[in-house]
């Protein structure tokens, strides 16, 4: 049977019951409206450790759009009997004063170099920061021996790296590969807000990150960039945020072919309203 928290001393004290017995615990920090994304992390965690813990919650800090906040899609009811389902043991729940009990909580004082300027960082200013600052508020709670991340995210993994080797957090990080629709669109909670047309046409951005993919080095880096951003923008529903073809380990933009194997493009595209984030590594 699923158990659900909603205040931090009741789940540490579940915790801490779980540690006396050598359970290890694994987390799956999620802010809802699960899809098979979010479930491929759990099975993840189930298979590796012996009790997992998800944590549910929109997390405000790390939203730098205000009607994003808003419209964010939640679904509790849903996500607890389908987390359930899937075996996870523990749902944590915060509501946000539990989480920042602060009046104006403060973003962690850690330096994420330029992983905080590019790509995402340079759209989302601030948006890294709230995400390291929720997830080592998590860590403190819940004292994971391992946490799942999605690639989905992929910044966003690398800023989590970034956290735990500078704050000393003894979790290890599992990274877990993108898991997609059945044409080709990366599963996002975000999803639920396209309309049927906008739905129909989504997949079209991993479409062109695949022919990116069969394109290679036939064309060099600067003029495959441009051929995928022409390609997707020749539909006006699209507006490309960025398109860019990165070093995997850095994210600085790549130059040309030499250091292929490490080749990845990231883009965000909005569709409407709806900012959509995909990457795909070129040459693996
Ligand atoms: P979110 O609820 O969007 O904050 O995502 C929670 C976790 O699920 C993050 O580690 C995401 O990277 C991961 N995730 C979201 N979508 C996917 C996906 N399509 N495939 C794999 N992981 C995902």
């Not at 359970?23 to 699960?34: D, N, R």
């Not at 965690?45 to 919650?57: A, G, K, P, Y």
């Not at 729940?93 to 790509?119: R, S």
Request: charged share 25%; net charge positive.
């Amino acid at each position: 049977m699923i158990k659900v928290y909603n205040h931090i001393t009741e789940l540490q004290s579940r915790l801490q019951k779980e540690r006396v017995k050598k359970h290890t615990i694994g987390f799956v920090p999620t802010m809802g409206a699960l899809h098979e994304g979010h479930l491929s992390l759990i099975r993840k965690s189930l298979s590796e450790t012996d009790l997992t813990v998800c944590s549910i919650f929109v997390n405000p800090l790390q939203f730098n759009n205000p009607r994003d906040l808003e419209t964010y899609p939640r679904k509790p009811e849903q996500d607890i009997s389908v987390l359930e389902s899937a075996g996870c043991q523990i749902v944590f729940l915060p509501e946000v004063k539990e989480m920042y009990p602060e009046k104006e909580p403060q973003k962690l004082n850690i330096d994420l170099g330029h992983l905080d300027k590019v790509l995402e960082g340079k759209y989302r200013p601030g948006h890294f920061l709230g995400v390291a600052t929720v997830i080592k508020r998590f860590f403190d709670i819940v004292q994971p021996d391992k946490a799942f991340f999605g690639k989905k995210d992929y910044q966003q993994l690398l800023v989590i790296h970034r956290l735990v080797e500078q704050v000393k957090i003894p979790t290890e990080i599992v990274p877990c590969p993108i898991i997609r629709e059945a044409d080709g669109l990366a599963m996002s909670s975000r999803n639920l807000r396209l309309t049927i047309g906008e739905r129909t046409i989504a997949p079209f951005i991993s479409q062109i990150l695949n022919k990116m993919k069969e394109k290679g080095t036939s064309l060099p880096v600067r003029e495959l960039k441009n051929w995928a951003i022409k390609k997707i923008t020749d539909n006006p529903a699209f507006h490309v945020e960025y398109l860019e073809i990165v070093d995997k380990d850095t994210l600085y933009p790549l130059e040309n072919w030499k250091s292929k194997s490490k080749a990845m493009v990231c883009t965000a595209v909005y569709l409407g309203d709806v900012r959509l984030i995909d990457n795909m590594e070129l040459f693996s």
